[in-house]
């Protein structure tokens, strides 16, 4: 019992010294607590609708899935800030928890569902035709006729991914440049498609003969990890590549990616990140990281609840383009000095015509 | 041999019976042994070695400290999950901050989050006719592969392959019931069967690998894992353009659901793919203890040498007992082609295959047990869903922690004893612990 006693006046000290400085918030009116996880909703929001409610459902990746599924949550935390609505998640762990969580989320009073994936497009459009009154907004997926309350939002990625291609073939000094995906899916190998055309488009501008090893557009095959989590393997096909000549890497591959960049780092390469600007959220490498190839799913899913907030919500699929800002290449940060300013000037020139229909990509 | 008087005595012998502690003693001498080899066929731990000595009354004591065992680990998996609960939830930390102030916060808020989460858990998975039905769709699949897993188990074959036995299965079932066109009376029949087939396929694979070459099957089963998913699947639904949905341009990698003339018939929102999923409990359950081929197998399990020298063809049992725990596995697959109507991707299976050797350990491996395990493990499914979109926002990470701690707690019984007081004598007399020990 003695030592009972004592483990137990030893254990109170402790909590005592670890939390003594805290205060209960219901005390002072103001948020004093000193705690950094309640200033953050101190922010006051630029509106606030108390009553509406977003939701969302994750693919079986997770949330945290450092890929499409986090910048697309990045969207609903930023929509609860910004307009002061309520929020709720629900992370399917298999695909059979889809419909589940779709229905959860029904119950809960959502008004606004937000999908993340072409795996949830049934589910989704099942929910729908259940629910009528609740919006629904799907990332990275369209129907070919929607039902009336959901909205697919898709990406023209590829219009980013040629101005870095474009990018990448002016600063190769080995003439050859590598892509690689992380699965054979549209939503990845239309990165590769405009990372290489913008690079063939280089080459008949400059009369140049710079080469891409990974991505055969033509033949529509080229590398991939099949998997966005195993870091090892992205590592493997980047460091097949840059045995192939490639001085400058795009990986498209989600978390998997990173390990590319890996091998692109200690290759002493260059890179350029997709889905978000790498020097942001794969900092330890931004002095690898020409560009970013950006897709702004979490601008979408903020809008598509903002819309539905003010009630315009219509069943239109969006787009992401360079035109819109839904699409972009990032800063060119620590190579911004590095870059002479006539390519910056001819990547400027190529969005413009983009967006104009001079130039189309896909 | 001594295994005749395993399970079925166990359950059937009577109460009275049971006050046999007497011969604990004799059960700890011989189990703390583990013969080599001998994966199988203790599944309560029990008797199984000493059949001398009053099987009956010592199989069921043996079945009451099961019993009392698993409970006190799910017991405790449910209290270690709501203290994390209780740690991970934002309010409840913020009441830390001035517990010395105010310590009547931190355990109320503590009982909140606890009781929302659990309840939102109870209320998914029990709470109505429609979650009775979620939870018993969700265990259809855990159950059979569970039962596959349990059946090699007993051989002394750790078949780690049900995932990729799942995956052959599902692409076979799939391809049949949305390609081939037949009346509404063979499709699901003809589906359901093909499924199987491919599941038992895969898996005598490995069962003739090994009784032809002396391959471990669990290196062989994780190969084929991988041949499954990153080979066969991820071409299938990658390359192959009759499996994936007709008028797909994109070509994304997922194949169309099967028609509703290939999908079991459903009743109060229970398909009835649930109803085989108990059959073939009960028919693991006849093979394996009323059947020749069952004493074979689990003969084998016990000691493939006497097993040898009795005239027995060890070969045999190992490609048979395979291809039935692959056939069970490809029923699980059906379970989710033919019963949820899944479309089929990469992602399909998740990780059902995995799980199904949790079921098995948890299960004892008995038929029975995986019976329940598999009913446990549905519902914690079904209820984690439902717990994060509760008010509390718990993470269903929990459940898959609590799920690891009941197995966890089941394979070290002499922890949980500990824990709960529950002091006796025997030692390691589970069936997981006794596959530590062989």
Same mark, same amino acid.
């Given at each position: 019992?003695?030592k ?44 606030? #609708? ?11 990746g ?35 928890d ?10 809960a009073?959502?008004? #606004? =569902?937000s ?11 099942a /929910? ?35 101005? /870095? ?8 000094e ?10 054979? =899916? ?41 998997d966005?989590e ?7 096909? /980047? ?15 989600g ?24 020097c ?48 972009s290449?990032?800063p ?19 969005k413009?015509? =983009?967006?104009?229909?001079? =130039?189309?990509?896909? | ?41 203790? $599944? ?11 099987? +009956? ?16 680990a ?36 503590s009982?909140?989050v ?12 029990l ?19 569970g ?13 780690i392959? +049900? ?29 359901v ?23 471990? $099957? ?33 070509? &994304? ?21 649930? &109803? ?37 063809s ?51 491996g ?30 269903p $990470? ?15 019984? +002499? ?7 529950q ?9 997981? +612990? ?5």
């Open positions: 019992m003695k009972t006693a004592r483990i137990a006046v030893a254990l109170s000290l402790a909590a005592l010294a670890l939390t003594s400085c805290g205060e209960r918030p219901s005390d002072n009116d103001s948020d004093a607590s000193g705690d950094p996880s309640s200033s953050e909703s101190s922010t006051t929001p630029k509106e606030s #609708h108390p009553d509406f409610k977003a939701c969302m459902v994750s693919d079986s997770g949330f945290d899935d450092k890929s499409f599924n986090q910048t697309s949550h990045d969207g609903l935390v930023k929509a609860k800030e910004d307009y002061g609505i309520q929020t709720a998640e629900a992370e399917s762990k298999s695909d059979s889809y419909a589940s969580n779709l229905e959860n989320l029904a119950k009073g959502c008004k #606004h =569902i999908t993340v994936g072409f795996l949830l497009g049934d589910a989704t459009e /929910a729908a035709k259940k629910h009528k009154k609740i919006d629904y907004s799907i990332v990275d997926f369209g129907y070919e006729k929607p039902a009336k309350n959901v909205k697919g939002l898709g990406f023209a990625t590829d219009q980013p991914a040629f101005l /870095a291609g474009y990018l990448a073939a002016s600063q190769t080995s003439q050859i440049v590598g892509t690689f995906g992380g699965a054979k =899916i549209p939503t990845v190998t239309i990165f590769m498609d405009g990372f290489a055309k913008g690079v063939d488009y280089y080459n008949q501008e400059k009369d140049a003969d710079v080469k891409v090893v990974g991505w055969d557009v033509d033949k529509q095959n080229g590398s991939f990890t099949d966005f195993n870091q090892s393997k992205g590592q493997s096909l /980047a460091e097949a590549l840059i045995r192939q000549g490639a001085d400058i890497v795009m990986p498209v591959a978390p998997a990616g990173l390990g590319g960049l890996q091998a692109v780092k200690q290759a002493d390469k260059k890179a350029i990140w997709v889905d978000t600007d790498g942001v959220s794969a900092a330890e490498y931004c002095d690898l990281l020409l560009s970013s190839v950006m897709k702004g799913m979490d601008v979408a899913v903020e809008d598509a609840i903002k819309s539905s907030i003010d009630g315009t919500f219509t069943n239109e699929p969006y787009t992401g383009t360079l035109e819109n800002g839904g699409v290449l990032a060119y940060h620590e190579f911004d000095g590095d870059i002479d300013q006539a390519t910056k000037d001819e990547i400027e020139d190529l413009a015509k =983009i967006i104009s229909g001079e =130039i189309t990509v896909s | 041999m001594s295994e005749k008087d395993d399970k079925v005595p166990a359950e059937e012998s009577s109460p009275a019976e049971s006050p046999a502690r007497t011969d604990g003693p004799t059960a700890s001498s011989t189990s703390g042994e583990g013969e080599p080899g001998a994966k199988s066929g203790s $599944e309560d731990a029990t008797a199984t070695k000493s059949p001398e000595t009053k099987p +009956a009354g010592r199989s069921s004591s043996a079945l009451v400290d099961t019993v009392l065992t698993t409970a006190a799910i017991f405790l998996a449910l209290v270690i999950g709501a203290v994390l609960m209780a740690l991970s939830n934002q309010e409840v930390i913020d009441s830390m901050g001035y517990f010395f102030v105010y310590p009547w916060d931190f355990f109320t808020r009982f909140d606890v009781t929302t989460s659990y309840g939102a858990l109870l209320k998914a998975s709470g109505s006719g429609e979650a009775v039905s979620h939870t018993l769709n969700r265990a259809a699949p855990l159950i059979c592969a039962l596959g897993v349990s059946l090699a188990f007993r051989s002394g074959l750790f078949n392959g +049900a995932q990729g036995q799942i995956i052959l299965g599902t692409l076979a079932a799939s391809y049949v019931g949305f390609t081939w066109d037949l009346p509404a009376v063979l499709l699901l029949p003809t589906s069967l093909a499924g199987i087939l491919a599941g038992a396929l895969w898996g005598a694979i490995a069962g003739l690998l090994k009784a032809a070459t002396g391959a471990h $099957e669990v290196i062989s089963t994780i190969m084929l894992n991988s041949i499954a998913a990153s080979g066969i699947l991820a071409y299938a639904l990658g390359e192959m353009k009759s499996f994936q949905r007709p008028g797909d341009e994109l070509g &994304l990698p997922q194949s169309p659901p099967v028609p509703d003339s290939a999908a079991f018939p459903e009743v109060f929102g229970v398909h009835l793919g649930v &109803l085989l999923a108990i059959l073939a409990a009960v028919v693991v359950w006849w093979l394996l203890t009323r059947s020749t081929l069952g004493f074979e197998l689990r003969s084998v399990g016990a000691n493939p040498d006497a097993s040898r020298t009795a005239g027995m060890t070969g045999k049992v190992f490609i048979l007992t395979m291809a039935i725990a692959g056939a069970l596995s490809g029923l699980a697959a059906t379970m989710l082609i033919n019963g949820d109507q899944a479309s089929n991707n990469a992602s399909l299976v998740g990780t059902i295959g995995f799980d199904a050797i949790t079921v098995a350990l948890l299960g004892r008995t038929p029975l047990g995986s019976v329940l395990a598999g009913l446990l493990f549905g519902a914690l499914a079904v209820g984690g869903g439902a717990m994060q979109t509760s008010s509390a926002g718990t993470a $990470e929990i459940v898959q922690v609590v799920q690891g701690l009941i197995v966890l707690f089941v394979a070290a019984p +002499a922890a949980v004893r500990w824990l709960v007081r002091r006796r004598k025997e030692p390691t007399d589970t069936f997981a +612990a006794k596959e530590a020990t062989a």
